[in-house]
């Protein structure tokens, strides 16, 4: 079982910062999760909430947030790194952010080491419209196998609350990996991987897993 880097190594350094992914490579990560979202001047960064220091992000430019971009991030990648990209488009918020992403991917030359998740159903939908290839991985409260199998998904995202032996064997069943969030417990990874697990997401890459 993987242990995919939450964020970053966030619980060492700021979640969703370049240090944060920085430390996650020393550590011997090789998977990440980030999120993404779109600034006023268009530009992807990272950021978990909808607001920054009380300010929307679709509101503010980058310069204003202060944030680091996906763009950054995708340089850093090493030829050995995957990177889950987590879309924060809930009501389309930011509306074409889909293509956005891909074409940074391409100019980036990083595209086969991207997996694109999100909360947002439709948002996965209007990406894979787009790209037939990208993986996908649906993040979801309510399990629905045929909404994973109607995207041709990669992976399920699914909360250690919610997982459970029966979601990992119709995954497996279609072909589709079991992605956890978020475990920093010991005892509660074990579970996980027991379950039937593939992979879960950690503030702590160095987890380790009997």
């Avoid at 939908?125 to 998904?153: E, H, M, P």
């Avoid at 039937?196 to 987890?207: E, V």
Wanted: proline residues 2%; aromatic residues 6%; contains cysteine.
């Amino acid at each position: 079982m993987q242990i995919i880097a939450h964020r970053g190594a966030s619980a060492y350094e700021k979640e969703n910062t370049l240090a944060a992914f920085k430390k996650a490579q020393e550590m011997g990560s090789n998977f990440f999760e980030t999120d993404a979202q779109m600034t006023k001047d268009g530009v992807l960064v990272l950021w978990h909430d909808y607001d920054a220091g009380g300010r929307a992000v679709k509101a503010h430019t980058l310069q204003e947030l202060g944030l680091d971009t996906l763009a950054a991030l995708l340089a850093m990648l090493r030829p050995q790194d995957m990177l889950n990209i987590e879309i924060k488009n809930d009501g389309n918020i930011y509306p074409g952010i889909e293509a956005k992403i891909l074409d940074l991917l391409a100019a980036a030359g990083v595209r086969e080491q991207i997996l694109i998740s999100s909360f947002d159903y439709p948002t996965l939908q209007r990406l894979r419209a787009l790209d037939k290839q990208i993986k996908i991985g649906v993040l979801t409260r309510d399990f629905d196998i045929k909404q994973a199998a109607a995207l041709n998904a990669y992976s399920v995202h699914i909360s250690a609350k919610r997982a459970t032996k029966e979601i990992a064997q119709a995954c497996h069943k279609n072909n589709i990996k079991l992605y956890i969030h978020t475990v920093n417990d010991q005892r509660e990874a074990a579970a996980m991987k027991a379950l039937g697990a593939d992979a879960i997401f950690s503030d702590y890459p160095d987890l380790k897993i009997n």
